[in-house]
């Protein structure tokens, strides 16, 4: 099954270049994922395509408008329905933070749409009538939801079954199983006077796999305990 990906934005442009590299670019050649990017001014209905406006109540900034979004979003539906099927997601610093669950949940979508605000917010009835999720990256703010919405695509589509030819390696990585992952080390097994520990050099496999877990707890330990209470990793 073909994942479809929606991106609305204001500016298009910033996926192009990077949905067009490494493993999202071998993910659509292969016909695993479809990308649909949608200028949200198309959507407008003035000579300037004005997609926002002053906020009610004042205050610093500007407030993108709820009609365009709503209109682009109808314009992906298929036929009966009024909104695309799978999540629908708004990029907002008031979000939840998005997670690697999250990202192995949207990869079994067969659709999912990705709002992006720019300026200072989006009206609130965005979220309110037209979003199934509001998701953020973390407790910091960037310049517009390409940012996090490039960053949402990119972990879900590499979770895709045949998108990375080495399952082993993605299974390894931080947070799939709820740890952090252990460090990791190549030639010259020694630079500069730092050397590779030694266990990595041992070939006793059952060592290797014991130090990597000590390793991947201490580090989650010292650098995310939170992540220490969730049942996956008891």
């Known amino acids: 099954m073909k994942l479809r ?5 204001l500016f298009p442009d910033f996926f192009r270049g990077p949905l067009g590299l490494s493993i999202p670019a071998r993910a659509a ?3 695993l994922v479809e990308y ?3 200028q949200l001014r198309d959507f407008t209905h003035d000579r300037h395509q004005t997609t926002d406006d002053y906020p009610f109540g004042g205050g610093a900034g500007m407030v993108m408008k709820p009609p365009p979004f709503f209109e682009a979003v109808e314009s992906l539906a298929p036929e009966g ?3 695309p099927p799978g999540a629908i997601l708004l990029m907002s610093a008031r979000g939840k933070r998005f997670t690697h669950e999250d990202a192995v949940r949207l990869s079994l979508e067969p659709e999912i749409t990705l709002l992006c605000g720019h300026y200072k ?3 609130q009835r965005v979220a309110d009538g037209l979003a199934t999720e509001e998701v953020c990256l973390g407790d910091f703010i960037v310049s517009g939801g390409e940012i996090p919405a490039l960053a949402v695509v990119d972990a879900v589509v590499r979770l895709l079954p045949g998108a990375i030819s080495d399952h082993e390696s ?3 990585d931080s947070f799939y199983d709820g740890w952090l992952s252990p460090p990791s080390y190549t030639r010259p097994a020694e630079y500069r006077g730092m050397a590779v520990p030694p266990v990595l050099l041992s070939g006793d496999h059952a060592r290797i796999a014991a130090w990597r877990r000590a390793e991947a707890e201490r580090l989650t330990r010292e650098r995310r305990p939170e ?3 969730r049942p996956e990793t008891s």
């Open 5 to 9: 990906v929606n991106v609305v934005t």
């Open 29 to 31: 050649a292969a016909g």
């Open 36 to 38: 649909n990017l949608v």
């Open 81 to 83: 329905r009024d909104r």
């Open 121 to 123: 917010d989006v009206d």
């Open 170 to 172: 993605a299974s390894t």
């Open 227 to 229: 992540l220490l209470a």
